[in-house]
């Protein structure tokens, strides 16, 4: 797990475009029922973790507060990357009861989602412990929330693959088939992205030697049986990283780690997503 307790948090304004949109499908015009509650009602909240985990999304919880109402007092006792046990108390609150129950869905809602995808990702980075293999994401994410939950990864001790189309090109079957070759494909992205990571997707030992011919950064097995990838990272000798795609699974992943590969990409760490179990109980002061 990334000891580091920054992890690139995302721009404030990415999480501020987050939050609105969460407060628009979920309060609407306004909460109905905390107009029920005494205007001048304060109260005080605990925030307990049901189950172990790993935190991610306090950026967005804490948004979610200070967005509702600024004057909402929020300590937390953990941080985001620190695994926490089952029954831990991790965040106190005070504040206007009708404040603290408005916001508290959305608020909730972004922090189980993280703490799911960050709790999951550690498991997968804890199976390949004592390899050379980064563990990395992909581009199958819930919609609107790459960047949220491409965070959470690195809270998780996981690595960013690409971010999106525009930051790196990945050359797959499809591209191959239009471009004409591998060979012509890499040409086509050298000549109009100079300055952006070329990675080939392969399928055999063929298109490997393709891909290595064609000079790429870095080339990525797909569906590659256990033998294949040890011998593809036989033949490639450490010339050029391998990324391994396809049929990852926590009961898998140690073992094609051991293959000689250099990074593994995870679709489950934000495709499979279980929110982790959290509480919040508020009580009148």
């Not at 089952?86 to 993280?114: K, P, T, W």
């Amino acid at each position: 797990m990334n000891p580091d307790p920054s992890f690139q948090v995302p721009p404030a304004l990415q999480i501020a475009t987050d939050i609105e949109r969460a407060f628009t499908e979920d309060l609407g015009s306004g909460d109905a029922t905390a107009e029920l509650l005494p205007i001048d009602a304060h109260a005080v909240a605990e925030l307990t973790c049901r189950e172990d985990a790993v935190i991610a999304g306090i950026p967005w919880f804490d948004a979610c507060f200070r967005r509702m109402d600024p004057s909402v007092q929020i300590d937390w006792q953990t941080r985001d990357g620190e695994r926490v046990i089952a029954g831990a108390v991790i965040c106190r609150l005070g504040g206007h009861a009708r404040s603290l129950v408005s916001a508290e869905r959305s608020a909730l809602n972004f922090l189980q989602l993280l703490s799911g995808t960050a709790t999951t990702t550690a498991r997968y980075v804890a199976a390949v412990q004592g390899t050379q293999v980064r563990v990395l994401d992909t581009r199958k994410t819930l919609p609107g929330l790459r960047v949220a939950q491409k965070y959470a990864v690195r809270c998780g001790g996981g690595h960013n693959q690409r971010m999106g189309l525009y930051d790196a090109i990945l050359i797959k079957e499809n591209h191959i088939v239009a471009a004409g070759s591998i060979g012509a494909a890499v040409s086509a992205a050298r000549r109009l992205h100079p300055d952006l990571l070329v990675e080939v997707e392969v399928e055999n030992l063929d298109e490997l030697a393709l891909a290595l011919a064609a000079g790429v950064d870095r080339i990525m097995l797909d569906n590659f049986s256990r033998p294949l990838m040890a011998e593809a990272a036989r033949l490639t000798a450490g010339r050029i990283p391998l990324e391994i795609s396809g049929n990852v699974t926590l009961a898998t992943i140690a073992e094609y780690a051991r293959t000689g590969v250099d990074f593994i990409s995870v679709g489950a760490l934000t495709k499979h997503v279980r929110a982790i179990d959290l509480s919040l109980r508020l009580r009148i002061s």
